[in-house]
């Protein structure tokens, strides 16, 4: 239960110490424009990604039970918050926000950290790939730069949506989205330590601005990005708005403990250390009550942040805290920059991190499994596409125990007892 900063803190040294703020200041290059891009594709104001990054990503590390998990808002969380603020405004996203991270407390103290070896593990993949699949096809209007009003959240609306729209296609979106995408697929394998993201983005954006592109920005869309952190304020409280959010702050609990686990696990992997789980469940209760305070998005652990704090050298929760605080220091000196930022390069951006959540590696092993596991991994993913996350997870959970029940063998019969 104890935060593993504890533990890094003795012996710390001046080496580790540069080795985290190089690692943490690298992370937050990549983290900046992701959060962003995250919070705009959620519904929400593009500045809560920054809140959500600097407060969730600070608490997450100082309180998390691995030494290098990085935390913010991640793509696992744009299709619920997307479907809250839908339904219950941006108001009841920050309530749910805060009912979950009390959800996520509660569980840490019961210490259900080490419950989700309980979930199986094709329903993981199978609502990952799923959400993958809508970030995706939800940054179509963007990467093609398509003039439409609005963009149905249904799964069959939006692509005859899209399709209805494809005259209004904007050449110059497009060859900046693609730019993108490429400038990031080869800055990271030619330099994979450093933040070639932003260094892409940053670019393509930059283009659009000296060739003064017809393409939206930031700043064009949203407006002007605030130059600092809003006030902490309690949303308002009712018992029948609680009652009414449950079912999200569950979603919202359930997939901040299953990610950042994950994500944990994935470091331990990298770094060969073992995490706390009930210490990590407690951060992520903590950094959610924390954003939701601040107006903030729901966090967990990011596994592609994490794996890139690794890969910079970062060695202990400082790391992180270096991260969240050069994000604020960005936020505070260069938010005007920031509005710059070309709208089809987060699309871009956005359709790589997909492409990266579906883990195409994996495929071919999920082919060669079981085929019970294949048709609980279909399963939950078009669930998770055409029907509702909460419905997927529910239906994938439920099948997934079933059939791991079923193939358990039965203990053999001792016949030295009569039956009674």
């Known amino acids: 239960m104890k935060p593993k900063i504890l533990t890094t803190m003795q012996g710390y040294s001046r080496a580790l110490f540069a080795a985290d703020l190089l690692a943490g200041v690298s992370v937050a290059m990549v983290a900046l424009p992701l959060s962003l891009a995250i919070a705009i594709a959620s ?48 108001d009841g996203l920050v309530l749910a926000t805060l009912m979950a991270g009390g959800i996520l407390l509660l569980a840490g103290a019961l210490r259900a950290g080490n419950l989700i070896a309980y979930v199986p593990e094709p329903v993981i993949h199978g609502f990952t790939i799923g959400i993958a699949i809508i970030i995706a096809t ?54 994979p330590r450093y933040p070639g993201l932003i260094v892409a983005v940053g670019a393509t954006s930059a283009a659009v601005a000296l060739a003064s592109l017809p393409v939206d920005t930031i700043q064009s869309r949203f407006g002007a990005l605030p130059a600092g ?3 902490p304020e309690i949303p308002q409280i009712t018992l029948a708005r609680l009652v009414e959010l449950l079912p999200s702050a569950l979603v919202i609990a359930f997939l901040a403990g299953v990610e950042s686990l994950l994500s944990a696990m994935v470091a331990d992997r990298m770094i060969g250390a073992r995490h706390r789980p ?31 704090n690794i890969r910079a050298g970062g060695k202990t929760p400082v790391a992180g805290l270096v991260h969240a605080l050069t994000i604020l220091l960005v936020m ?74 079923r193939r358990r063998p039965e203990p053999p019969k001792d016949w030295s007892t009569p039956e009674r």
């Open 229 to 231: 952190l809003p006030m």
């Open 278 to 308: 009930n210490a990590e469940v407690l951060a992520q209760g903590i950094a959610n009550i924390g954003s939701a305070l601040f107006g903030g998005l729901p966090a967990t652990g990011a596994i592609a942040r994490t794996a890139t």
């Open 332 to 405: 505070l000196v260069a938010a005007p920059l920031a509005g710059y930022l070309a709208m089809p390069a987060l699309a871009g951006l956005l359709i790589l991190v997909a492409w990266n959540m579906s883990e195409p590696h994996k495929w071919g092993e999920h082919l060669r499994g079981r085929r019970s596991d294949l048709v609980l991994l279909l399963l939950t993913m078009v669930l998770t596409v055409v029907a509702d996350l909460t419905v997927a997870i529910g239906v994938g959970v439920a099948v997934g125990l079933a059939l791991r029940l």
């Open 43 to 90: 519904g929400a104001d593009p500045a809560k990604g920054l809140v959500t990054a600097i407060v969730a990503g600070f608490l997450i590390s100082l309180f998390g039970g691995s030494r290098v998990q990085i935390g913010g808002p991640t793509g696992a969380f744009i299709v619920v918050v997307y479907g809250i603020i839908a339904a219950h405004g941006y």
């Open 138 to 191: 939800s940054q179509l209007k963007d990467l093609f730069g398509l003039n439409m009003a609005e963009v149905p959240a249904d799964f069959p609306d939006k692509l005859a949506a899209l399709w209805g729209a494809r005259e209004t296609l904007n050449p110059s979106a497009l060859a900046i989205g693609i730019a993108t995408l490429v400038l990031i697929v080869v800055l990271r394998r030619a330099a």
